[in-house]
């Protein structure tokens, strides 16, 4: 019996993200199973072969707090897309009946003042399947107007090839003076030449973990993929043999800093910006201990204090003085992908960077990152941790990847026939 691997990937609607004139949705995460520790990877048993993989759950759990006056009457509509998260008009593998309104809510803590109602949905249900596999967008849908709140994605894997990631260390040429140190990344896909062609494997997307808006790209499509600069690619070799999808010289980073919220009396809940003890410093690759691999953990925290805490962050920039960027506060509390509201400002009076910003109460891992607000869709460009945070090889940061086949079946699309994740130290498959 075949398997489907769905690889659900976390994503962040800001506070000024998609909203009508009484919803807006604060926060979306999506993972493994009931864990939040778990890799966003359920496995469907309703295919012909058993899987190889050990990544995975048997569902994946989309949650989201919202700020309403009630609980919302929502639905999900899922949407295939390609390798480059592009919408495929294929109406075989998208289907406009693929959608869900089975959601259980829970209350928010009676004092919360940051969000109302939390809800959580499962991939797949009852009233949604996967049948392909491939890259799919969950675009979360208010019925009174069929207004779009929020979007987030996962990915399902269709496993009729083996892969495996090697790592080495490298060099680049950073823009600070920070540590050159880099990493070069290999995904080896291999697999029986009777059952795939091996024109039709044209992609490896890798991804640090939980950072699902921060894909390395190696293909052999003319595709605008946005790696980093200092970056290159190569693909070589057969799939018979094994295939090998090379990146060079991406930025090795630093282990994440930790911001730990569970202590109520140290992070009491007043509704009062709380000011971090003492400002973050500017760091090059140095680090005290290993973090949560970017993901972030509530399950110590109870269910009357499972809320939002308002917090004050503050990043000392000496040796040196302010950055020529925009800097922001990056993490696990936004899912990895600012927007203008996780800006900060330069304090001239402090000689500090501050931010104040509502952080849910759990375990958090975090970068200061620079770049720049584009004026038209407000995106974050060019963002990079380079500047205050420096690198590293000694960062336990766990990889991605995932093998993306040609299918020609059904009018044709983008599938994924692999999955491995690994990090410098350890690996599994």
């Not at 499962?122 to 107007?145: A, C, H, L, T």
Request: with cysteine; proline share 4%.
């Amino acid at each position: 019996m075949r398997v489907i691997v769905l690889i659900a990937v976390v994503a962040l609607a800001a506070a000024t993200g998609y909203a009508d004139e009484t919803t807006v949705v604060r926060m979306v995460r999506t993972y493994g199973g009931t864990d939040e520790r778990m890799p966003p990877v359920v496995m469907i048993s309703n295919r012909s072969t058993q899987t190889t993989s050990t990544i995975g759950a048997e569902f994946v759990t989309v949650e989201f707090d919202v700020q309403s006056t009630t609980i919302p009457n929502i639905y999900a509509r899922i949407v295939h897309c390609d390798a480059f998260w592009n919408d495929d008009d294929n109406g075989f593998v998208s289907d406009i009946t693929m959608r869900t309104s089975l959601a259980d809510w829970t209350l928010a803590p009676q004092r919360s003042r940051f969000f109302s109602y939390r809800g959580k949905m499962r991939f797949p249900n009852e009233q949604v399947n996967v049948r392909f596999s491939g890259n799919w967008k969950v675009r979360i849908y208010d019925m009174d107007g069929d207004r779009l709140l929020t979007e987030t994605r996962f990915f399902a894997v269709d496993e009729s090839a083996s892969m495996r990631m090697n790592f080495m260390t490298d060099f680049y040429e950073p823009r600070y003076r920070v540590s050159t140190t880099a990493l070069t990344l290999e995904a080896l896909v291999s697999a029986d030449p009777s059952r795939l062609l091996d024109g039709m494997l044209h992609t490896v997307v890798i991804y640090r973990n939980s950072r699902w808006n921060e894909p390395f790209t190696i293909t052999t499509k003319a595709a605008d993929v946005a790696n980093p600069p200092s970056s290159s690619t190569s693909v070589g070799g057969v799939l018979y043999g094994g295939k090998v999808f090379r990146i060079s010289r991406i930025p090795a980073e630093n282990e994440y800093r930790i911001l730990d919220l569970s202590n109520t009396a140290r992070f009491p809940s007043t509704g009062q910006p709380i000011r971090l003890p003492l400002s973050d410093l500017r760091r090059n690759g140095n680090f005290f201990q290993r973090a949560n691999d970017g993901v972030m953990v509530t399950s110590m925290i109870s269910s009357s204090d499972d809320e939002y805490v308002p917090i004050e962050f503050l990043l000392d920039p000496t040796p040196g003085g302010p950055s020529a960027e925009d800097v922001f506060v990056v993490g696990s509390f936004n899912s990895w992908k600012p927007d203008r509201s996780w800006q900060m400002s330069w304090s001239d009076e402090l000689r500090l960077y501050r931010l104040r910003q509502w952080v849910r109460r759990g375990s958090h891992d975090y970068l200061y990152g620079t770049g720049r607000v584009n004026a038209d869709s407000g995106d974050i460009v060019n963002l990079s941790f380079e500047e205050f945070e420096g690198n590293t090889a000694s960062a336990g940061h766990g990889f991605l990847a995932l093998a993306y086949y040609r299918v020609l079946d059904y009018g044709g699309y983008d599938g994924i026939v692999a999955v491995t994740t690994s990090n410098i130290y350890t690996g599994y498959r």
